[in-house]
């Protein structure tokens, strides 16, 4: 390949710069010609002559040659780029505004699935089911149908536009404009569901977008599925019998029903119901049920209790409360148990005993309890609740270990429990607040009535808005002060800290300590949490029994707290 050299000199009688090009003028067009645009600039500003071996110019006289050249490359690449920037954006609005109209047909379509799921299992509610396979497959649309309503509100809640979204009424001005933007820094930014003292970020613009509708088309396919495949679930519920109460309202069902526990209660059925005792336990099964506090095993046993086979078929129910069993003797306990179900008709004398703990289980009492219990008739069974997992050792049977529960399911009762009768797709933004506020809940159901009962008798956006910023102050307060979830804490005398979250500005503390619960027949105090929360009750500071929470469910116990009111 040719070597060129391009040289300029100084020659004081001419003109100040001058370029000399030596060498075959002809190869060099031809190497020039192939390149970019600067190449083709250059090579006119030389304007090589095939036939000079060396040729002169001056900078002068070229000088207008090369700006008219430049000038229309420069035209044509800015008219290049314009055009082509007009075509994509023409082509994304088309792609955008098919996206938009696919999204909104499958919300529809997910919804008319929601309406003829609730149907089938409002149907199924209506009935006594016995077929373990029919059970199994409806527990499944169950679980179908929570996760379908959080991927709708889910999806219309990221569908709503920065700083609007309906909803509520009630407020107005500067404070509803910075409750606005409060709430789109907050769907930007929120709390972790691991630790809210940390924050997570969450996808936001065509990202979001796109998992949004990927979400959203999975759940249809997969909701569309499970129901198209229930045909012979429905002809086959059409033969049980139906059961006898009151007309169904999801929302008054669940404020008389234990709420996401179908599975464990029908485990706790089948396992009562069995006549013959299991290898090696004499004549008296015992069934484990372990959990966290608050998390619903009272609720759960209570509730077994009341069914109707459950009662046919035992003789007598009885239920012993207490912290422990290590000063008891088989007369004592017998003395302190309650008596919750006796039918002297029942056939064989079975016997249901039922222990709620708080901890663990002395081993020597345990065993000196069972000795004197197990010689009962055939059939009759115990059961155990406690915190502590050491109690799974005295079961005859795996123990049955109650979770919290998962965010679709819980989500569905806060919906329910906070909106009521109301539709929430005619208050969007009141969804998206009530959302986050479920997912910082963490599954605690006292949370969740609690909440709810708060935002009923606050139904307006700014007062959702800012009942939802002292929830999370509260977790992030206790969660920093604790450095754990403060409703996770084992530890007795932890104090938690609250305050009221309707005013704008609380002005007094509200220390909680240890829960307790009593029973619905016991006295209770007359300044409750909720009226504290709200501004309702304002008692001087000082330290108060106050009741916590009201169950709406059976057996309706009191959750009362010791709290002391501080100055803030």
Known sequence: MMKWVLVFLYIPRRPASMLVVTGAASNLQRSIHAANPLSRLVLHFLNLQEESAATTYTLKESLPKIMGFAAEIFSSVVVAELVNRCMSFLFAKCENKQATATVQEDLQLLRRLLMRGDTIVEEAERRHVANRDMLRQLSALRDAAYRGYYV?????????????????????????????????????????????????????????????????????????????????????????????????????????????????????????????????????????????????????????????????????????????????????????????????????????????????VDEEAWKRLYSSERSMSQGSKMIITSRSDKIVR???????????????????????????????????????????????????????????????????????????????????KNASLIGEYPDDIKVKDYPRYTW????????????????????????????SFLDLQAGRAQPPPGKYEILFMRSPIPPYFNYICACEIRDM
């Open 152 to 360: 709708l509100d889910t999806v219309r809640c990221r569908a709503l536009p920065r700083g609007g979204g309906g909803g509520g009424g009630g407020g107005g001005g500067s404070h509803s404009n910075e409750e606005e933007e409060e709430v789109n820094r907050r769907r930007a930014f929120a709390l972790s569901r691991f630790n809210p003292a940390k924050r997570v970020c969450y996808p936001s613009g065509e990202a979001d977008d796109a998992t949004s509708s990927g979400e959203l088309r999975k759940m249809v396919c997969s909701l569309e599925a499970m129901i198209d495949g229930m045909d012979g679930f429905v002809v086959l519920l059409m033969s049980c019998p139906p059961l006898y109460r009151e007309p169904y309202s999801a929302h008054l069902f669940m404020d008389r029903c234990m709420f996401g526990r179908n599975m464990e209660r029908e485990r706790i059925v089948e396992f009562l119901l069995q006549t013959e005792p299991p290898p090696g336990a004499g004549n008296l099964g015992v069934l484990p049920i372990v959990g966290p506090a608050h998390i619903g095993k009272s609720t759960l046993v209570e509730h077994v209790c009341h069914d109707v086979k459950v009662c046919s078929h035992f003789s007598l129910i009885m239920v012993f409360s207490g912290n422990e069993l290590k000063d008891e003797t088989a007369a004592s306990f017998r003395d302190k148990c309650v008596i919750k179900h006796q039918n002297d008709q029942a056939s064989k004398g079975r016997v249901l005993i039922v222990v709620e703990l708080l901890e663990d």
């Open 500 to 527: 009221n979250v309707i005013k704008e500005k609380p002005d007094k503390y509200f220390m909680l300590h240890d829960i307790y619960q009593r029973d619905s027949g016991q006295e209770v105090p007359d300044i």
């Open 394 to 476: 005295f079961g005859t049977t795996q123990a049955l270990r109650l979770k919290c529960l998962p965010i679709e399911a819980y989500w569905y009762l806060f919906r329910t429990a906070a909106f009521g009768s109301d539709d929430p797709g005619q208050h969007p933004k009141m969804v998206s607040l009530a959302l986050e506020m479920a997912i910082l809940m963490q599954g605690s159901f006292m949370f969740a009535y609690m909440g709810a009962a708060l935002l009923n008798t606050n139904f307006n956006t700014q007062s959702w808005s800012r009942i939802l910023t002292r929830v999370r102050q509260y977790f992030q």
